[in-house]
Nanobody, 121 residues
């Protein structure tokens, strides 16, 4: 029903910035909360950020709050994650998700394939 494709990952130095994009298919993009999760090697997938259906509400993991900004453009069926002041511990595969809000996170009813972010020290 919903297909998500991430882009924008890459290699940056600590302190640098990247902007991830997630393009969604279909005409029901605005029906979902959208968000980002990440998974580092040997670790569980963890919540990063989420944004409500109309973009009026945002939530962030404590580890990224103040550094990352999530936004969405429903006219373009796209959600973004602006990542500033990147740290080596931000290195992970970042996944876009569509779903509904939960306490401190969101459901992952649909997932993208992921994009690699590597932060060098």
């Amino acid at each position: 029903q919903v297909q998500l494709v991430e882009s924008g990952g890459g290699l940056v130095q600590a302190g640098g910035s990247l902007r991830l994009s997630c393009a969604a298919s279909g005409r029901t993009f605005s029906s979902y909360a959208m968000g980002w999760f990440r998974q580092a090697p040997g670790k569980e997938r963890e919540f990063v950020a989420a944004i409500g259906r109309s973009g009026g509400f945002t939530n962030y993991a404590d580890s990224v709050k103040g550094r990352f900004t999530i936004s969405r453009d429903n006219s373009k069926n796209t959600v973004y994650l602006q990542m500033n002041s990147l740290k080596p511990e931000d290195t992970a595969v970042y996944y876009c998700a569509a779903g509904v809000y939960l306490i401190g996170t969101m459901t992952g009813d649909y997932w993208g394939q992921g994009t690699q972010v590597t932060v060098s020290s």
